[in-house]
Every structure is written in structure tokens, then in C-alpha cells.
């Protein structure tokens, strides 16, 4: 006998396994959502909103210094350490309230806080000493930050993303190690709220840009801000109150000593006391679940993975998403239903943005480019800065990706999925009215060279507003 039984398991209560339980009871069915904390997301406790926190500091003071360039003229511009650190901690904190008061809104019954583990396929055990009987069960216990072995043993001074927004004050230096999303935006938060910083990646790219020309304009912009130390193996040792990085790469090694190390290498899916191995689903040689992306299904099993956990697409919106597919099927099982997955996009939050949507460019596309380093608008406001690459279809023009780094681009990438979604083409979108003066603006050249490049297009804007 079982101490509960349900049509619907999800084990963790994070974005995904909120949409999963969400829509499962939607579907009518009797769920049990299991988590042993209920703190509320990881995007309101350690993700997107404390570090946009950071960065949205890191920019007042960036404009502060910027002043004079329109005539107004700030003096001993200051950084409080411990007020921005403060403010990062007492707004993450609302937001963090506000996803744990959305527990209340679950039917009573519905959350058990405990730790679950497989037992068999459908059953599961709590460390709570109870046991469950679920006919479907959703996975969805998120990711977790690893410190890999050469930056072990280093103690208090050593952070993740998930305790770097605890520190009472801004350290003096600091070295990022990993340039992905969170290393890249927290690294440039940091030197530009004084913070002396060093990034180190073993990559030789950022951003996963692969067009040269691009990716030597982000290199040299970032670079502005922080040293980047790219191509390179490191690893650390601590030296009494400092942390000393030694790196080689290129033909030469250096070392240099830093008052805190941030470990950025990603976020492995955090299976640990799961039982995976129990629950009769095939895994990768990594130790993740193989599973079906429209269906989120592993293989022909009632169990459906989501979100972070599915270590596939680590992003907010693509983690409700899953949690829906994943929570709609665990619900109607055995009756699947495959879902069209939404265009990728994803975005850097540097300074400028870094948004990548749709198809990457290649040889079989149109390639077309609007340089922001002259653009009207961006001058006004002292941005001027960065390029959008628009990748086309050549039989017609039809939109299939863009890739932006300039100044608007996480409002303007909006643009680009709308339309992407919407099959349009260069010529359709052009037709559309584009307000002057707007950073908008600024992409008609590369939509105009797409037209051109397609005998097909037929009648668009030919004309060039000003300041365009």
C-alpha cells in the first residue's frame, strides 16, 4: 500500500514544475507537487532578477561617468558597495516573496515538502518516510552550479551564482572563471561598479558568435570593461585573504591574485538522490534522461522531464513552456501530444545586449548587416555602438534569424521573433511603418539589402529616412 497516490507527480516547484502542475490540473488531474524547500524560483532567488539588480546598478553608475558627454557634469561620482549589494538583496527578496505566495493558489493537498526518490517506475519514496503511486511524473528538479576540481579547497572566498548576491560589500578585484550568460553579464556588472575583473574562459569566443567581425566588436567592447583572458586552462589556490589564478594558453602562463573567485561553468542538471537509475528510463552518458523535445516524454515511460533538468534550453521562458508540455501530457497519459517548439531565443544582458534568434547564419542564407556605430538615434544617446546581423531565406527574403549587439537589441529581438514567427518577409516588414528617430530605425538598411538581394521581393522602401 501507498501513503498517496495521484495522476500527476512533479517533483520540484521551480518555473517548470509550476507550469507542469499548473496545466496538469488544468487538465483535470489530481497532482502532487513535491519539493522539499517551496523558496520560490531560482530566477527570483539567484538567477535573472538579482543579477539584473547588479546590472541595473552597474548602469546608473556607467551614465554617471558618461555625463559630460551631454553637458552635464557629475563630480566624484561614488560607488556604496554596500547599499548596491543591499538593494540587490531587498528587491530579490520581493520578488522571491511574490513566486513563494503563488503556492497559495494550489488546491489544498497538492504540496508535499519533502525529497522524493524513484523506487520503481511510478513510485516514489519521500525522505519523509511516506511513499507515493503516481501514473505519470514529471521531473523537473532544475540545475545547480558545480565547482570543478581546479577551483576546489578555496573556501569563503570562493562564489557561485547562487552566493555571489550575499556579499555584504563589493570586493576590490575578483576573477570570473566561465564566459557564458552568467558569467559574462555578472563579470561586467562588477568592473563596472569598480570592481577590478578578470574573466578566463577556455574558449577563444563569447557569446557563441562565430562571425569574426562580430565577435571581435564584442571582444573589444567587453574588453573596454574588464580584462579577457580567452583560449586559456586555469585553475586557482588560495594564498591567506587572496585567491591566486594561474592560467596558460597561446604559448604563455601567468598567475594573478584576485580577493574573490566567481565560478560561472554552467549548470549541470541536479539529479543527486533522485534514483534515476530506478526509474527504468535510457540515459545519456552524462546521466540525463533521454527524452522526446515536443513531447518532453522519456522514450515510451510515463515520465516527462522539464525545465533546467532537461539540460537543453536553460531559459525562463522555454522552462514554463516545457513545464506545460510536459504537465498536459503526464496528465493525459498514455495519450501524448507533440508540441511545435517556440523559435530559440535567447539573450546576454551585457552592455549592449547580445540577443541571438531563429536560425544561425550560414552559407545557404542572406547575411545582411545595419552597423549601429553611426546610427542616429544610438548617437543621441551617446550608444553608438555594435552591429545586427538579419539572416534571410534567398528564394524569397523570408526572415529566418537575427543576431543583435547594439543598444536596444533586448527590446528590438521581440521584433525579430514576431516577425520570424510570423513567416515574414524583409519586403512585408519593411512595409511597416519604422518611427524616426528610433533604434528601430537603424535595421532598414539590412532589410533593404535582403530586398535587393532577392529579384523576387518586389516593391519596398527604397528611400532612407534621416538619421536612419
Do not use: W
Not at 521531473?139 to 573556501?155: D, N
Not at 534571410?392 to 516577425?419: K, Q, T, Y
Amino acid at each position: 500500500m501507498f501513503d498517496l497516490s495521484c495522476d500527476v507527480a512533479v517533483i520540484g516547484a521551480g518555473t517548470a514544475g509550476l507550469g507542469a502542475a499548473r496545466r496538469a490540473l488544468r487538465e483535470g488531474a489530481k497532482v502532487l507537487l513535491i519539493d522539499d524547500k517551496f523558496a520560490g524560483t531560482m530566477c527570483a532567488n539567484v538567477g535573472c532578477m538579482p543579477s539584473k539588480l547588479l546590472i541595473a546598478a552597474s548602469k546608473a553608475a556607467d551614465h554617471a561617468r558618461r555625463g559630460a558627454l551631454f553637458g552635464v557634469r557629475v563630480s566624484d561620482v561614488s560607488i556604496d558597495g554596500k547599499a548596491v549589494m543591499q538593494r540587490v538583496r531587498d528587491e530579490r527578496d520581493r520578488f522571491a516573496a511574490s513566486t513563494r505566495k503563488s503556492f497559495e493558489d494550489f488546491p489544498e493537498g497538492t504540496l508535499i515538502k519533502a525529497r522524493a526518490r524513484f523506487t520503481a517506475p511510478g513510485e516514489l519514496a519521500l525522505d519523509d518516510g511516506r511513499t507515493i503511486k503516481a501514473k505519470a511524473i514529471v521531473v523537473a528538479t532544475g540545475g545547480t552550479p558545480k565547482i570543478p576540481e581546479a577551483f576546489s579547497g578555496l573556501g569563503d572566498l570562493c562564489f557561485t551564482h547562487e552566493t555571489i548576491f550575499e556579499l555584504p560589500d563589493l570586493p576590490k578585484s575578483m576573477a570570473v572563471i566561465g564566459a557564458g550568460p552568467i558569467g559574462l553579464e555578472l563579470a561586467q556588472a562588477f568592473a563596472r561598479l569598480g570592481v577590478k575583473v578578470s574573466l578566463f574562459d577556455d574558449s577563444e569566443t563569447l557569446g557563441g558568435v562565430d562571425d569574426p567581425h562580430l565577435q571581435a566588436m564584442i571582444q573589444d567592447t567587453l574588453s573596454e570593461d574588464m580584462m579577457l583572458c580567452l583560449g586559456v586552462t586555469s585553475r586557482a589556490h588560495r594564498n591567506n585573504d587572496q585567491i591566486v589564478v594561474t592560467y596558460e594558453g597561446k604559448g604563455h602562463s601567468a598567475s594573478e591574485s584576485v580577493d574573490i573567485l566567481l565560478v560561472a561553468t554552467g549548470r549541470p542538471p541536479q539529479f543527486d538522490g533522485l534514483d534515476l537509475e530506478k526509474a527504468g528510463i535510457a540515459c545519456d552518458d552524462k546521466g540525463t534522461p533521454l527524452y522526446d523535445q515536443q513531447t518532453m516524454q522519456c522514450g515510451t515511460a510515463p515520465i516527462f522531464l522539464a525545465g533546467d533538468a532537461a539540460a537543453d534550453r536553460p531559459i525562463l521562458h522555454e522552462a514554463s513552456a516545457e513545464g506545460s508540455i510536459a504537465g498536459r501530457n503526464a496528465a493525459t497519459f498514455p495519450k501524448v501530444t507533440p508540441t511545435q517548439r517556440m523559435i530559440p531565443f535567447s539573450m546576454v544582458f551585457s552592455q549592449p545586449v547580445l540577443a541571438r534568434i531563429g536560425e544561425e547564419p550560414s552559407n545557404d542564407h542572406i547575411i545582411a548587416r545595419a552597423s549601429y556605430g553611426d546610427q542616429g538615434r544610438a548617437k543621441v544617446d551617446g550608444e553608438a555602438i555594435g552591429e545586427v546581423q538579419i539572416v534571410a531565406d534567398p528564394s524569397d527574403g523570408r526572415l529566418l534569424g537575427a543576431i543583435l549587439f547594439c543598444p536596444g537589441a533586448e527590446h528590438m529581438a521581440h521584433l525579430f521573433v514576431a516577425a520570424i514567427s510570423a513567416g515574414l518577409t524583409a519586403s512585408q516588414m519593411l512595409s511597416h511603418p519604422f518611427y524616426h528617430p528610433t533604434l528601430e530605425e537603424g535595421l532598414k538598411p539590412a532589410l533593404r539589402e535582403i530586398c535587393s538581394r532577392v529579384p523576387s521581393s518586389g516593391d519596398y522602401d527604397r528611400t532612407s529616412a534621416p538619421g536612419g
